[in-house]
């Protein structure tokens, strides 16, 4: 995730599940999001780590409501961050086209990683759709969660706590892939 360009600014904002950060480019458009990492501290790290030369700083309006849409989505499924500008140019073409594919998946659904293939018009690409949303350097805005193996299986999830941490962000979306309990209606 080295940029060579102009520097980069990133702010880190609470949400309900924990710490997340959003890294924006001098035109005011994403290049990269955080899922919690942990505290604070090591949001800020992994920040410095993927964006080499990042400050931190004050949000513009568009940033900060990227923010609160964001928040909004961890905390209710609601957050509206399909309006999120992103800067893709530094994304290699392919998980550009999977990220494109997943953008389109509304809160509340899921497709398969071979559906997310079929859209593409590469229908035995599942395992390449697994492993470019592995890479996704916009979560949730690119909700990755939302991708399922075959079988509407969990499937794999790179970020804190796995598939547990997927599995949760579903729920919240209204998508219970288990059962719900008692406790959890």
Not at 6 to 17: C, G, K, S
Not at 25 to 48: H, I, K, N
Not at 69 to 82: C, I, K, N, S, W
């Amino acid at each position: 995730m080295n940029r060579d360009a102009a520097p980069l600014a990133y702010v880190v904002f609470p949400t309900v599940i924990g710490p997340c950060a959003l890294v924006w480019d001098e035109t005011g458009a994403v290049v990269g999001s955080t899922l919690p990492q942990g505290g604070e501290g090591q949001v800020r790290q992994a920040v410095r780590r993927w964006y080499p030369g990042a400050v931190e700083a004050p949000p513009p309006a568009p940033i900060a409501d990227a923010a609160a849409q964001v928040a909004e989505l961890l905390a209710q499924g609601t957050g509206d961050v399909a309006a999120v500008r992103l800067d893709m140019s530094a994304v290699p073409d392919f998980d550009r086209r999977v990220y494109e594919v997943v953008l389109a998946i509304p809160p509340g659904e899921t497709l398969t990683y071979g559906e997310v293939a079929a859209r593409l018009g590469a229908p035995g690409a599942a395992q390449a759709v697994g492993q470019a949303l592995g890479r996704n350097p916009f979560p949730p805005i690119v909700p990755c969660h939302r991708v399922l193996a075959a079988g509407k299986k969990i499937g794999g999830f790179s970020a804190r706590g796995g598939a547990r941490t997927k599995l949760r962000m579903l729920e919240t979306e209204g998508v219970y892939l288990e059962q719900p309990t008692l406790f959890d209606l």
